[in-house]
């Protein structure tokens, strides 16, 4: 019988350390993914004049000019955080504040910025959030405790453009994750509207997405452990972390994009959050559109209808 207890306890103790183990790997690696932020951030104005060469002369004009800027703010808790600006071609209260993904930064948001500034005539602000690009950080916070930066954004983008601007928040991915974050807190009365680009439903059931097809593992007790541990290192949890129920407080007009051919964050995900939103909104489910390229495959389009939204509620 003691021999069976004591298999029993070591057993047991086996699976608690590797439950702990697994839990700690899945932080590192999908919060501190430190080579491919460090790979993306080196070439990221490389990267993105291949994949949309009509940037390079954009970018190229603005910097001749002096128009596109660095800005930093420093938060409370002494982290400095850092963004690129651009007025728009003429003076004007309408402003965009762009919202990168997931190990990206602001300048692979700036085909949107050209969207916006060139093609629509907006100020426009492009954040790096907290442990991307130039911005400090101990880890990626998947756009939950980033909604709180990227509404100090948007205090700043109004002062910058002038105070009284009309604004509106465009995300991909998980930046579209932080815009729907962003827009279930109280916002300010510039504040007109949301696009949110493939954003997921929340945190955690992204995670036990990539979970289930990265590793072949269930959710239970990866998961719980793991977003326990992330509460402890770093102040959320996985649980809290939820672009839907955000949504559900939003009271502003908020458009949905989505590929249909998105595995990244799957198709699925935009139904329940479009279902979830009250009051005005529009969907696009892009046909054969991947994860984040609904733009790159679909740009006279995607203006177009950017436009027409926003147009409906900036003057």
Request: net charge negative; hydrophobic share 40%.
């Amino acid at each position: 019988m003691k021999k069976l207890l004591r298999a029993l306890a070591f057993a047991v103790l086996f699976v608690l350390l590797a439950v702990l183990g697994g839990s700690l790997y899945l932080i590192s690696y999908s919060l501190t993914p430190e080579q491919t932020i460090a790979a993306k951030d080196a070439a990221s104005f490389a990267y993105m004049y291949d994949e949309y060469p009509f940037l390079e002369g954009w970018v190229d004009s603005l910097r001749s000019r002096g128009a596109l800027r660095d800005t930093t703010i420093v938060r409370e808790d002494g982290i400095r955080l850092h963004a690129l600006y651009a007025a728009a071609p003429e003076p004007t209260d309408r402003t965009a504040v762009i919202v990168h993904g997931y190990t990206d930064n602001a300048v692979r948001m700036l085909m949107i910025g050209y969207l916006y500034n060139h093609d629509l005539g907006y100020n426009i602000l492009l954040p790096d959030l907290y442990h991307h690009g130039e911005s400090e950080g101990q880890a990626i916070q998947m756009g939950w405790k980033d909604r709180r930066d990227v509404l100090r954004w948007m205090e700043v983008a109004d002062a910058t453009f002038g105070d009284h601007t009309q604004m509106v928040v465009h995300g991909i991915s998980m930046g579209a994750a932080t815009t729907m974050m962003v827009s279930g807190e109280p916002q300010q009365p510039y504040v007109k509207c949301f696009v949110e680009d493939c954003g997921y439903t929340s945190v955690r059931e992204q995670f036990a997405k990539e979970l289930e097809e990265r590793f072949s593992l269930p959710t239970f007790p990866l998961l719980d452990v793991a977003g326990w541990l992330c509460s402890v290192k770093y102040g959320w949890d996985f649980r809290e972390a939820s672009a839907i129920d955000q949504v559900r407080k939003c009271m502003l007009p908020m458009m949905f994009i989505h590929g249909d051919a998105d595995d990244f964050v799957p198709t699925r995900m935009v139904w329940p959050l479009y279902e979830a939103k009250p009051g005005d909104k529009e969907l696009w489910v892009v046909p054969g559109a991947a994860h984040a390229l609904s733009y790159r495959d679909n740009r006279e389009e995607y203006t177009r209808r950017v436009g027409e939204f926003v147009g409906r509620y900036i003057e």
